[in-house]
């Protein structure tokens, strides 16, 4: 065996933590002594044996030459992942980073333990060990995780002395008002003392001084956070309410909170009744932004955002993170020829031809196959709500009215022409009911956009429905497809085929891949 290698801490680097989880894949016995010379090994607490005074200045770990460092997990090319500690002064080849920076895994370096990733923000690419890193993880759907841990609700104004207790400058809570219903106070710590600032609802507008107005208390905490203004100090430590977690932690944790500074607005290309959809660019790449900017809503959207943060399917529209600003800003894929909708009624039979319709349709239940493995219910599947890439791919998007299904939850708003009888008559919603309006996107489709159950009133369609009526198929719709329609429609959801069938059959009638010769290119891009 060669001579035994030896690395030695510097003194710059405050814990022994991650470099010994580095070298825990080791497959040779390894040493590790402290800055005086003692052997010790209780530097996992990253405290050192504390004999001497050294701490773990001067230790160092010795390795034998011909050990190797099998990966302890292996990411493939394109995982994202956050990493978990500093490493500010790289070596040759080696990539910079802060603790909680995003980066893209390239490839894994085989038997070394490390991977040749990119910076997502400053774009370098570089070498990393493997335990530096951690897979950019799903936010549970909890609750408790709030975008205004501060706010605490009805309580009293000497409830809230008592919970800005010890006094610390800065510290704040936000609560209801008492003496003024629908107005806030903004209690501030100042002095050994709780100042309470009164915040007028005027208008849908928020103001402490009736110069400055704010569209919602987060980007009115958000403003005095950055400038003292009427207040007595800058807001500097909020208070969180008992048992609430902050969101924005627990998003930067996860890594899923993007920068603001990287992310450039443009025009509106979508309007939905919780905001506006704009076309955006984020580190250089063209991206969807949905604005929430109501509190209510915003929070609402947290749990969405947490459950699309499970899901990663090539048939569905990705999530690629949030801003805290100003409200809520979801960011994603950008996909370039909108919704199916009006991909079909602007291109129409003449240029989509019947493979392409099945291929869209192949997507859809691939995509809602993903979403039913993982006990998502969508409950607004519709053409409205299916995007179409650069590359004729279609993607589910829209989970705005996506809940993870509890036993079947309860529903709020219901697209009536799209959705199951029995959702319809008990508000009980399941993958079955998806199936349903999986076959009435397949009816849009089919009819090149066209509104299904076409001069009916939702009360027409309602009292129809329970009387056995299913639409006509459309014209030129192959009778395959129209019997998946029909299968799809069967009043007993049981009876219903699940998305994985409905794949399977489609699988069968569609072409193989998109560019396959005997599948006919689109017509007009």
Same mark, same amino acid.
């Given at each position: 065996?060669?001579?035994?290698?030896?690395?030695?801490?510097?003194?710059?680097?405050?814990?022994?933590?991650?470099?010994?989880?580095?070298?825990?894949?080791?497959?040779?016995?390894?040493?590790?002594?402290?800055?005086?010379?003692?052997?010790?090994?209780?530097?996992?607490?990253?405290?050192?044996?504390?004999?001497?005074?050294?701490?773990?200045?001067?230790?160092?770990?010795?390795?034998?030459?011909?050990?190797?460092?099998?990966?302890?997990?292996?990411?493939?090319?394109?995982?994202?992942?956050?990493?978990?500690?500093?490493?500010?002064?790289?070596?040759?080849?080696?990539?910079?980073?802060?603790?909680?920076?995003?980066?893209?895994?390239?490839?894994?370096?085989?038997?070394?333990?490390?991977?040749?990733?990119?910076?997502?923000?400053?774009?370098?690419?570089?070498?990393?060990?493997?335990?530096?890193?951690?897979?950019?993880?799903?936010?549970?759907?909890?609750?408790?995780?709030?975008?205004?841990?501060?706010?605490?609700?009805?309580?009293?104004?000497?409830?809230?002395?008592?919970?800005?207790?010890?006094?610390?400058?800065?510290?704040?809570?936000?609560?209801?008002?008492?003496?003024?219903?629908?107005?806030?106070?903004?209690?501030?710590?100042?002095?050994?003392?709780?100042?309470?600032?009164?915040?007028?609802?005027?208008?849908?507008?928020?103001?402490?001084?009736?110069?400055?107005?704010?569209?919602?208390?987060?980007?009115?905490?958000?403003?005095?956070?950055?400038?003292?203004?009427?207040?007595?100090?800058?807001?500097?430590?909020?208070?969180?309410?008992?048992?609430?977690?902050?969101?924005?932690?627990?998003?930067?944790?996860?890594?899923?909170?993007?920068?603001?500074?990287?992310?450039?607005?443009?025009?509106?290309?979508?309007?939905?009744?919780?905001?506006?959809?704009?076309?955006?660019?984020?580190?250089?790449?063209?991206?969807?932004?949905?604005?929430?900017?109501?509190?209510?809503?915003?929070?609402?959207?947290?749990?969405?955002?947490?459950?699309?943060?499970?899901?990663?399917?090539?048939?569905?529209?990705?999530?690629?993170?949030?801003?805290?600003?100003?409200?809520?800003?979801?960011?994603?894929?950008?996909? *370039?020829? !909108?919704? =199916?909708?009006?991909?079909?009624?602007?291109? @129409? %039979? &003449?240029?989509? $031809?019947?493979?392409? /319709?099945?291929?869209?349709?192949?997507?859809?239940?691939?995509?809602?196959?993903?979403?039913?493995?993982?006990?998502?219910?969508?409950?607004?599947?519709?053409?409205?709500?299916?995007?179409?890439?650069?590359?004729?791919?279609?993607?589910?998007?829209?989970?705005?009215?996506?809940?993870?299904?509890?036993?079947?939850?309860?529903?709020?708003?219901?697209?009536?022409?799209?959705?199951?009888?029995?959702?319809?008559?008990?508000?009980?919603?399941?993958?079955?009911?998806?199936?349903? *309006?999986? !076959?009435? =996107?397949?009816?849009?489709?089919?009819?090149? @956009? %066209? &509104?299904?159950? $076409?001069?009916?009133? /939702?009360?027409?369609?309602?009292?129809?429905?329970?009387?056995?009526?299913?639409?006509?198929?459309?014209?030129?719709?192959?009778?395959?497809?129209?019997?998946?329609?029909?299968?799809?429609?069967?009043?007993?959801?049981?009876?219903?085929?699940?998305?994985?069938?409905?794949?399977?059959?489609?699988?069968?009638?569609?072409?193989?891949?998109?560019?396959?010769?005997?599948?006919?290119?689109?017509?007009?891009?």
């Amino acid at each position: 065996m060669g001579p035994t290698p030896t690395w030695v801490w510097d003194r710059s680097v405050p814990r022994v933590q991650p470099v010994l989880e580095e070298f825990a894949a080791c497959s040779k016995p390894f040493s590790l002594s402290c800055g005086v010379g003692l052997p010790c090994m209780d530097g996992l607490a990253g405290t050192g044996c504390g004999k001497g005074g050294g701490g773990w200045a001067g230790a160092a770990l010795a390795v034998p030459a011909d050990a190797s460092f099998p990966m302890q997990k292996h990411w493939p090319p394109g995982t994202q992942c956050v990493t978990k500690h500093d490493h500010t002064k790289p070596k040759a080849r080696e990539l910079a980073f802060r603790k909680g920076d995003m980066v893209t895994i390239i490839e894994a370096v085989e038997g070394k333990g490390w991977y040749r990733a990119r910076h997502n923000e400053t774009g370098q690419e570089g070498l990393l060990a493997a335990s530096a890193l951690r897979e950019r993880g799903a936010i549970r759907v909890d609750p408790k995780l709030s975008l205004m841990p501060w706010f605490h609700g009805k309580i009293s104004g000497v409830e809230a002395v008592q919970e800005l207790q010890p006094p610390e400058d800065g510290m704040f809570l936000v609560r209801e008002s008492v003496r003024h219903p629908g107005d806030y106070v903004l209690c501030v710590s100042f002095g050994k003392e709780v100042i309470h600032y009164r915040v007028v609802h005027e208008e849908n507008t928020l103001s402490i001084d009736s110069q400055q107005y704010f569209s919602n208390l987060i980007d009115m905490i958000e403003h005095y956070m950055k400038e003292q203004g009427a207040i007595c100090t800058k807001l500097v430590k909020p208070k969180p309410k008992t048992g609430m977690k902050s969101a924005e932690e627990e998003l930067a944790k996860a890594g899923w909170l993007l920068n603001l500074q990287h992310l450039t607005l443009g025009d509106r290309i979508g309007q939905g009744e919780f905001g506006d959809v704009l076309q955006g660019e984020y580190m250089g790449q063209k991206v969807a932004v949905k604005n929430v900017k109501c509190d209510v809503t915003a929070q609402a959207f947290l749990a969405e955002t947490a459950a699309m943060t499970k899901v990663r399917h090539k048939n569905l529209v990705c999530l690629l993170g949030v801003i805290l600003h100003n409200g809520l800003y979801i960011v994603m894929e950008f996909m *370039s020829k !909108g919704n =199916l909708v009006n991909f079909l009624r602007t291109r @129409g %039979r &003449a240029l989509v $031809p019947t493979q392409q /319709l099945l291929l869209f349709a192949l997507d859809v239940a691939q995509g809602m196959d993903y979403l039913e493995s993982k006990k998502l219910v969508h409950r607004d599947l519709a053409a409205r709500n299916i995007l179409i890439s650069e590359e004729n791919v279609a993607k589910v998007s829209d989970f705005g009215l996506a809940r993870v299904n509890p036993k079947g939850a309860d529903a709020t708003l219901l697209p009536v022409k799209w959705t199951a009888p029995e959702a319809l008559k008990h508000n009980k919603f399941s993958s079955k009911s998806d199936v349903w *309006s999986y !076959g009435i =996107l397949l009816w849009e489709a089919f009819s090149f @956009g %066209r &509104a299904p159950y $076409p001069k009916l009133s /939702l009360k027409e369609v309602t009292e129809l429905l329970e009387q056995g009526y299913r639409m006509d198929p459309p014209e030129g719709c192959p009778p395959t497809v129209y019997a998946l329609m029909r299968s799809c429609w069967e009043l007993e959801p049981g009876k219903r085929p699940s998305f994985k069938k409905l794949t399977e059959k489609l699988q069968k009638d569609c072409p193989g891949d998109r560019g396959q010769e005997g599948t006919p290119p689109l017509a007009g891009g």
